[in-house]
């Protein structure tokens, strides 16, 4: 197969070709292939032409998996690319809630969304809908969304124009295509997977799979297998019980919160036996209670219905509580656990199944910039490592990146003072004034964010300051980035994980310099204390590694690689926390970090010199 043929580019970067030439190979023998590839060095171009090449040959789809859709935003931009150069059916698909145009109307919640749209539809009140088997337009739309992938908000304002449903484009424009790009739901989740293979015919087995930041994999599978509820989210399920005029639901539920609030009175401890809450029930209520409780509330659509017509609010809290219900009266692998007034349910071993599900494929790729150890990676997401190939792109960009770590520093919890915070933001304050391109800080969590943002922003008041807030919105997010980029000098403050330091890029002059503020180790919690038992009892030796310190480690070193995005760039990058001076996280670092690395107690006026130098030397 002539690789170059099918490139995107006019040439490749230095390993590009290796990596889809590893990716080709391994879709052709059917193998599970891990791939790691610096951030900036294209591994989207790359493995889109080893998998869409591999794919031509052996006759399979491919099914392009992201995290967010930002990041299906990057693929899809590659995917044009490559059909202007080597034409292709491709489509991408969100979720109906994302496309739905009829929704604009009128506020409805997330959770509540199934109901309005099968409402309307049912009913023939949705004319985006109806139009869809009326009108030649719809037609045109698939054939040129098949023939060139539009981006989501074109997608929308075609289908407007043509007044049908945008999802219908999509959905049918995915069974006609060869390549499909779609978040992990669509991939992994079980209530979701049926729209993308059964409702399409999509054999698995004739289907090479390809996982984009699949160091989020576990994570992914931890949120599926798990769910919370509080007290307070009951209390307010019965609010809207009792407006929804749902009197036997209100009392039923009135007795559950009462239940629940004895529970966590009574019993010390987080982990609870959660066959005796369910006797518990059982004894006090009536044998099917609980089930028919739960049946009620996660299917009240008469409810839900009259709510739409008569305008009102959809009820969400109900429909939240009545899935916390079934798994709690159906899911034998659950563990029941207790913290504050929140009751969770946690599977001990998310990723369990998840080895199989993948062999169905005919080839799964897991890509990746930070999967180091591969080893301790691929146990973390249930595969074993002998039966899998990892591979380590070894071409780098021609990037410049000065790595200073500064040990005077932490976000150790114990060391969280005012103090501290004030020595942080001082260090902070001094990477900014030394820069004169933009900056953006990465916090480990909402709180330390918050905290540092405000006292930098009384040491720096000459510089547009642009801070990332929790449950951004789509919309929102793109409204942070634009006034972001309405300067040159601006700063961006977010936290890591976050959508702003993963498949979010800084290209160009964009960002001059990055500063990781802190390790981002996930707080205890009885759901990470399950996991943790879980692992030991199986014999795992690395669990700490595995679930807590690398997750950190690959979301500082994902931050850290926003600006890099091209070969030739030039930046600086700050780690400001004194674990990262350690040997140990020094060895986990990616080798294009570790290049130029200066260590130390550095105060304010060593590190405006160390930046300095820097720019006065590379411009």
């Known amino acids: 197969m002539d690789l170059e043929a099918r490139f995107a580019y006019q040439s490749f970067r230095p390993g590009q070709k290796e990596l889809a030439q590893r990716v080709y190979e391994a879709c052709v023998d059917g193998e599970t292939l891990i791939a790691e590839a610096m951030s900036g060095f294209g591994k989207t171009a790359a493995v889109l032409t080893g998998a869409l090449s591999a794919a031509e040959e052996t006759g399979c789809r491919v099914v392009y998996a992201c995290r967010t859709k930002r990041q299906i935003d990057r693929v899809v931009e590659e995917t044009t690319r490559l059909q202007a150069r080597h034409p292709f059916k491709a489509a991408s698909m969100l979720s109906k809630f994302d496309y739905c145009l009829l929704r604009r109307r009128r506020a409805v919640p997330q959770e509540s969304f199934g109901w309005y749209c099968t409402f309307n539809v049912s009913n023939n009140l949705c004319s985006y809908f109806l139009n869809v088997t009326l009108t030649e337009d719809f037609d045109r739309l698939v054939k040129e969304a098949l023939a060139r992938t539009p981006h989501h908000p074109e997608l929308i304002r075609r289908s407007e124009l043509a007044h049908v449903c945008p999802y219908e484009v999509a959905r049918l424009a995915m069974a006609q295509a060869t390549m499909a790009v779609v978040p992990y739901q669509y991939a992994f989740d079980p209530r979701a997977m049926p729209a993308l293979f059964d409702r399409n015919s999509l054999d698995r087995r004739k289907t090479l799979l390809v996982v984009d930041e699949a160091h989020n994999l576990r994570e992914f599978y931890r949120g599926l297998n798990s769910a919370t509820i509080t007290l ?7 609010r809207e019980a009792e407006a929804m005029l749902m009197e ?8 559950l919160q009462r239940t629940m609030e004895q529970v966590i009175a009574e019993r010390q401890g987080w982990l609870l036996d959660r066959d005796s809450v369910l006797e518990r029930f059982r004894r006090d209520q009536g044998t099917a209670w609980l089930q028919n409780l739960a049946f009620e509330l996660s299917a009240s659509s008469g409810a839900a219905w009259g709510s739409v017509v008569y305008g009102r609010k959809l009820p969400s809290l109900i429909l939240r509580v009545g899935e916390f219900l079934v798994r709690l009266s159906t899911s034998s692998r659950s563990i029941l656990v207790k913290w504050d007034n929140t009751f969770g349910l946690v599977d001990p071993d998310p990723v369990s199944g998840a080895a199989d599900y993948m062999s169905e494929f005919r080839s799964s790729v897991l890509l990746s910039a930070t999967v180091n150890p591969s080893s301790v990676f691929a146990r973390s997401v249930g595969l074993k490592p002998e039966k899998v190939r990892a591979y380590h792109a070894s071409g780098e960009p021609l990037v410049t990146v000065r790595t200073v770590v500064d040990t005077g520093t932490s976000t ?40 540092i943002s405000e006292m930098v922003s009384k ?24 006034a972001y980029r309405s300067a040159d000098d601006s700063v961006l403050f977010a936290v890591q994980g976050g959508r702003f330091s993963e498949g ?22 009885p759901m990470m204390y399950a996991e943790y038992a879980s692992l030991k009892r199986a014999g795992e ?24 995005r091209r070969p030739g760039k030039r930046g600086l990058v700050f780690f400001l926390d004194e674990r990262f001076g350690n040997a140990a996280a020094r060895e986990l670092m990616p080798s294009w970090l570790r290049k130029d690395l200066v260590v130390g107690d550095l105060p304010p006026s060593s590190i405006e010199s160390l930046s300095r130098e820097f720019w006065s030397r590379h411009g």
Do not use: C, W
Not at 248 to 255: D, G
Not at 459 to 481: H, I, P, W, Y
């Open 232 to 238: 307070d989210q009951i209390s307010g399920a019965v």
């Open 248 to 255: 036997e639901a209100a009392k039923s539920l009135s007795a």
């Open 412 to 451: 150790r919890y114990k060391l969280r003072t005012p103090e501290m915070f004030s020595k942080i933001s001082d260090r902070v304050a001094a990477v900014i004034r030394s820069t004169s391109t933009g900056v953006g800080v990465f916090a480990p969590s909402y709180a330390v964010l918050a905290a």
């Open 459 to 482: 040491k720096v008041t000459d510089r547009n300051m642009v801070s990332e807030a929790r449950g951004l919105s789509n919309d929102q997010a793109t409204d942070v980035f634009d």
């Open 504 to 525: 979010e890029d800084f290209d160009g002059g964009a960002m001059g310099s990055i500063v990781v503020v802190g390790l981002a180790l996930p707080p205890p919690s």
């Open 541 to 564: 030796q690395d669990s700490y590694l595995m679930l807590s310190r690398l997750p950190a480690l690959r979301r500082a070193f994902q931050a850290a690689g926003r600006h890099v």
